[in-house]
């Protein structure tokens, strides 16, 4: 499946742009773009309406447009930047939070946003209305919901009643079996990377390391992160994030290069990155 024109655009902000001012004029984006077959009147349709959204303000420079990152936009790529980095791995401290939370039919919207967030957030159904989390989080719960809605939800830290159930909670919150499928795809589909990674450069490196970021970003965001005490073994999860790591810094001095070359200055590197 080909990356939609506005993934790929946040894609190079997320590893590159950002670090040259968060901006990039329309000649050097298109032909950035040009390298994963967008065509030059996709790339003009696709910022206007990222701009109208309030990712970018634009600039003009003469008889160029510059297109510079909004700080609301930065603080989404850093937050995700941060999920995306950080290692699988949570402390199990033998408790839950839970949130709790009764909204009519006319406030479905607000509902809907929020089981958005709460489930962006690593938070998962037990039911339609109660979502859980391992360890205590009550704390980041509370900020989500404060952020959402003016409505009474309830916010808990609570045990369970033995480890076996703690099991059985968390394999009805999510569906591990399909995570576990969907992490082995990906390593199936990446791991020959691992040799081939360093031979790659220029516009090369960056489509594989693009197309890689693209194909895993999503995974912080299905996977709860659970304790290694509640997870599935063997879990694939650990594997396909250090082969993620591991990729990722190896084609990382080639694309750095090759997006330097188009813009026209030099890129720090290597990125920092959490954990």
């Known amino acids: 499946m080909a ?65 510079r990152l909004t700080p609301g936009m930065l ?31 006319s406030e479905r919207q607000e509902r809907n946003e929020l089981r958005k967030s709460l489930a962006w957030h690593g938070f998962g159904p037990l039911t339609t209305s109660t979502w859980l989390a391992p360890g205590d989080r009550r704390k980041e719960a509370r900020a989500i919901v404060d952020a ?33 499928v969907a992490y082995k795809a990906f390593i199936r589909s990446h791991k020959h990377l691992l040799r081939t990674a360093g031979r790659l450069t220029g516009a090369k490196a960056l489509v594989a390391r693009t197309e890689l970021i693209w194909s895993y970003r999503h995974f912080p965001f299905q996977d709860p992160r659970l304790p290694v005490e509640l997870r599935p073994e063997p879990w694939p999860g650990v594997e396909a994030y250090e082969l993620f790591r591991t990729v990722h810094a190896a084609l990382g001095p080639a694309a750095r290069a090759y ?15 959490p954990g």
């Not at 950035?32 to 077959?37: P, Q, V």
């Not at 939070?97 to 909204?103: A, G, H, K, R, W």
């Open 148 to 180: 959402l809605t003016d409505e009474q939800v309830d916010i808990l830290s609570a045990m369970s009643e033995s480890f076996e159930h703690d099991h059985d909670l968390a394999r009805r919150c999510w569906d591990l079996d399909g995570l576990s």
């Open 259 to 273: 997006v330097g070359s188009v813009v026209e200055r030099e890129l720090p590197g290597p990125e920092p990155v």
């Open 3 to 67: 990356q939609k024109p506005r993934s790929l655009i946040l894609d190079l902000f997320g590893d590159y742009l950002r670090y040259v001012d968060a901006e990039i004029r329309l000649s050097h984006l298109t032909t950035l773009l040009g390298d994963f077959g967008v065509a030059p009147p996709t790339v003009r349709v696709t910022l206007s309406r990222l701009r109208r959204e309030g990712w970018f303000v634009t600039e003009r420079v003469g008889r160029e447009t510059i297109y």
């Open 75 to 105: 603080d989404v790529l850093n937050e995700g930047r941060e999920r995306i980095f950080t290692p699988p791995v949570t402390e199990w401290v033998a408790t839950w939070t839970i949130v709790i939370y009764q909204m009519s039919e």
